[in-house]
């Protein structure tokens, strides 16, 4: 069960943060596994149909083209050589021997708890890739819970280490917390229920019940191209995908991978329409001028870009529903 966001969950306010590293940082030389679709994924994915047809076509709309994988990089191993310049972020956790992390819980393919209580998914396997890296054992690795809402107040405070939660890197959220990568390129969508014939896009969302969720850009985005749509807001999109069903809303908007997700686990109650309309890199937040640390994260991602175990990464999670490998897009090496 997803327990809310409140205040009362936050650090108090004169907690300290982590402290900036200084510059310094280690060639990252871990792996991360991943498995391929087997057959009864291909027949579930022949199940789905067009709503997955329209899916890839949203990804290419957005310049995703298809890469192979590599079989190389097939152990899970954590680096055992890594080694750190002293008072960087980098030495403090790999001295350390332990990292909490923040991830969504309720996101499938993303950030989703498994049967064991560990949340698993695309994120959750690119926060692994860093973790190698640092040379931190797998099971000293702690995930906690980040809804939209409190992924810069949990990296200010200092609660997590980084958040890797289908985190959109913008502007706005770049005065109050740094990023590294992006490492995906996503873009917002609208579902419906099967059944829904007058919803098309956002521009017939007029006077329609929108779901969405607090803190989030596509909430924001929402407001700005469809301003007389009824915006109803949660702390979750699982909550917004019981809504739909229950004919509480009339739509559901968040970024397209992330519906192709809901409609994965329910394919005979929702639809996508309209196709994406935004672009949404995702990042790994950290703590505002920590520019070693994010240097080191976006060293390693590129890392794993090269030597297949991002798309091992990819292909094992939101290629169940995508099945075609995007190109991992360029890190942006921006000058905070």
Same mark, same amino acid.
């Given at each position: 069960?997803?327990?809310?966001?409140?205040?009362?969950?936050?650090?108090?306010?004169?907690?300290?943060p982590?402290?900036?590293?200084?510059?310094?940082?280690?060639?990252?030389?871990?792996?991360?596994?991943?498995?391929?679709?087997?057959?009864?994924?291909?027949?579930?994915?022949?199940?789905?149909?067009?709503?997955?047809?329209?899916?890839?076509?949203?990804?290419?709309?957005?310049?995703?083209?298809?890469? %192979?994988?590599?079989?190389?990089?097939?152990?899970?191993?954590?680096?055992?050589?890594?080694?750190?310049?002293?008072g960087?972020?980098?030495a403090?956790?790999?001295?350390?021997?332990?990292?909490?992390?923040?991830?969504?819980?309720?996101?499938?393919?993303?950030?989703?708890?498994?049967?064991?209580?560990? @949340?698993? %998914?695309?994120?959750?396997?690119?926060?692994k890739?860093i973790?190698? %890296?640092?040379?931190?054992?797998?099971?000293?690795?702690?995930?906690?819970?980040?809804?939209?809402?409190?992924?810069? @107040?949990?990296?200010?405070?200092?609660?997590?280490?980084?958040?890797?939660?289908?985190?959109t890197?913008?502007?706005?959220?770049?005065?109050?917390?740094?990023?590294?990568?992006?490492?995906?390129?996503?873009?917002?969508?609208?579902? #419906?229920?099967?059944?829904?014939?007058?919803?098309?896009?956002?521009?017939?969302?007029?006077?329609?019940?929108?779901? *969405?969720?607090?803190?989030?850009?596509p909430?924001?985005?929402?407001?700005?191209?469809?301003?007389?749509?009824?915006? #109803?807001?949660?702390?979750?999109? *699982?909550?917004?995908?019981?809504?739909?069903?229950?004919?509480?809303?009339?739509?559901?908007?968040?970024? *397209?991978?992330?519906?192709?997700?809901?409609?994965?686990?329910? @394919?005979?109650?929702?639809?996508?329409?309209?196709?994406?309309?935004?672009?949404?890199?995702?990042?790994?937040?950290?703590?505002? %001028?920590?520019?070693?640390?994010?240097?080191?994260?976006?060293?390693?991602?590129?890392?794993?870009?090269?030597?297949?175990?991002?798309?091992?990464?990819?292909?094992?999670?939101?290629?169940?529903?995508?099945?075609?490998?995007?190109?991992?897009?360029? #890190?942006?090496?921006?000058?905070?």
């Amino acid at each position: 069960m997803r327990v809310p966001f409140t205040r009362s969950r936050l650090q108090p306010a004169g907690a300290r943060p982590h402290s900036p590293a200084a510059a310094g940082r280690a060639v990252p030389s871990a792996r991360s596994g991943g498995t391929r679709l087997g057959s009864g994924a291909r027949r579930d994915a022949r199940r789905r149909g067009g709503a997955l047809m329209l899916g890839v076509a949203m990804l290419a709309a957005l310049g995703l083209t298809a890469c %192979g994988s590599s079989d190389d990089g097939d152990s899970a191993t954590p680096s055992d050589s890594a080694s750190f310049a002293p008072g960087t972020t980098m030495a403090r956790l790999h001295d350390a021997g332990k990292i909490t992390i923040g991830t969504k819980f309720d996101q499938n393919y993303f950030g989703l708890k498994n049967l064991s209580g560990k @949340p698993e %998914g695309f994120d959750v396997e690119i926060a692994k890739i860093i973790t190698d %890296g640092l040379g931190i054992p797998r099971d000293h690795v702690n995930f906690v819970e980040t809804v939209s809402a409190n992924r810069e @107040p949990f990296i200010q405070q200092g609660r997590v280490d980084m958040v890797v939660a289908t985190y959109t890197i913008n502007d706005k959220r770049k005065k109050a917390v740094d990023f590294a990568g992006p490492y995906f390129i996503a873009g917002q969508s609208i579902m #419906v229920a099967k059944n829904n014939t007058t919803i098309t896009g956002k521009d017939s969302l007029a006077g329609k019940k929108v779901c *969405s969720v607090s803190g989030s850009t596509p909430a924001e985005n929402i407001r700005k191209v469809a301003p007389a749509a009824q915006l #109803v807001l949660f702390d979750g999109y *699982s909550k917004c995908a019981d809504a739909l069903k229950n004919g509480q809303v009339d739509a559901v908007t968040t970024d *397209s991978v992330i519906l192709l997700g809901i409609i994965d686990k329910d @394919p005979e109650a929702f639809k996508l329409v309209g196709g994406t309309f935004t672009r949404e890199p995702y990042g790994i937040g950290i703590h505002k %001028g920590d520019t070693a640390f994010r240097t080191f994260i976006n060293d390693t991602l590129e890392a794993a870009y090269k030597d297949g175990r991002w798309a091992k990464a990819f292909s094992s999670t939101v290629g169940k529903v995508v099945p075609n490998t995007p190109t991992p897009p360029p #890190v942006d090496r921006y000058t905070s």
